[in-house]
Structure formats: C-alpha cells, structure tokens
C-alpha cells in the first residue's frame, strides 16, 4: 500500500511481483527458510530498482572479448560506497545487494536496537572505519527490512551523516506510513528510501500492523526469546 503523505523522498515499489512476495512474507505459515529466500528475493528486486535511479554509468578502460574485438568497458558511479545493514535483520539483504553490483563493496556494521519503555534506538555497535586516513564513502547502503518507528533507521542516518558521507539510500522491506516519514525527514535533501511496502499503522508496542512479524527473531530462529 501506498500513501499520499509520504515524503518525496520515500519510493514504494508497485512491482507486481514484489507485492505477491511480500504477502507470502507475511503470512505465519511462511517458515524459516522460505523466509530467508524472500527477503533476499524482495531485497533484490528493491535493489534493482533503487540502483537504477541513484547510480550511473562511466566508460572504464579499453578490453577485448574473447574472441578479440575490442569494446570499451562500463563502471558504475559514485565508485566509492559501502553497505550498512542494520543488525541483526539487516544481515537478511546483504548476499542479495553484493550479487547485485559488479565489484565488492565494503560492508559496515551498525548495532541498533529499541529500548522496550521508550522505543527509542540504542546503539550497541558500530564498526564504520573511524581510524586517521580512512576513506569516508561517497554513498552509504543502508539495509533495514522493517522501519517502524523509524528511530533505528533515523539514528543510523545521523551516524553516517557524522561519518561524513554525501548521500544514503535506505533499503527496506516494509515500513510503517509515520517510520519512514520520520526517517526520510532526518536528511531530506541527502537520503533516499526504497521499500517494497507500506503499512499505515503500528501497534502499541511498535511492530507494524499488518506487518510481517519480527524479520530478526524470524531469520535466526529465536521467535519466543
């Protein structure tokens, strides 16, 4: 579902085959392993449409094929970016976004998670390379298969940020309608947010209605915890 509300900086995806996939993803009957084959079918699809629209192509360097005619190669710009899935869930996307681009990308953990009473995000991890000298990315990836509250995603907005990259996109699952709002608004005019889609209410204790469950407790295993 869509709403007219969001943010002009929120894509929700109208592709048909990502909207019967989502509602298989949703579904309690939809075990672990099927699970684990969504989301990396859906983040995908998320990503073949979010890469189209943020990067582009540049002529490399002259090679030949194998048969000796010579061509002139492709690149993709910007060349310096990374992955920052959002752990746990976020682990789910990973091998989906890597398949996806033409060379390793380096991939940058963030720990987040909500404190029960507030529902506001802690960081508890944080692996972004902080040493003298190291390379800031131009363009960061960050990976959250559910934004509800968009605390998590807002807080690791303003972590990059501080790092000091120039643009983020966010790939997601499914969010709720005032998540993502709050996300994207955290740095309009530098974020982008890609998701499959969205949900127009949470419940009280802030997992999305109808939404597809706890993504994390459902990849690993540990429903019941």
Not at 163 to 170: A, F, L, M, S
Not at 220 to 225: D, H, N, P
Request: with cysteine.
């Amino acid at each position: 579902m869509s709403a007219p509300s969001l943010p002009s900086n929120v894509h929700v995806s109208s592709h048909p085959c990502l909207r019967a996939k989502l509602s298989l993803l949703r579904s309690k009957q939809t075990h672990a392993r099927e699970v684990k084959g969504l989301i990396t079918e859906i983040a995908t699809i998320v990503g073949v449409e979010a890469f189209a629209s943020v990067l582009t192509t540049v002529d490399g360097p002259s090679d030949e094929t194998p048969i000796g005619f010579g061509y002139t190669t492709t690149t993709i710009e910007p060349a310096h970016f990374s992955l920052v899935p959002i752990l746990r869930s976020g682990l789910g996307m990973v091998e989906a976004i890597q398949t996806l681009l033409p060379s390793p990308v380096p991939v940058h953990h963030l720990g987040l998670y909500r404190e029960p009473s507030t529902l506001e995000p802690v960081e508890y991890y944080n692996n972004l390379p902080q040493h003298r000298g190291s390379a800031v990315a131009d363009l960061a990836i960050i990976l959250d298969p559910v934004i509800a509250t968009g605390g998590t995603c807002a807080a690791a907005i303003q972590t990059l940020r501080e790092w000091g990259v120039k643009r983020i996109v966010v790939l997601s699952v499914i969010g709720a309608a005032d998540g993502v709002t709050r996300a994207a608004s955290e740095w309009p005019e530098g974020v982008d947010i890609f998701v499959a889609g969205v949900d127009a209410e949470l419940t009280p204790d802030g997992m999305l209605k109808p939404g597809v469950g706890d993504v994390g407790d459902r990849l690993f295993l540990t429903i019941g915890k």
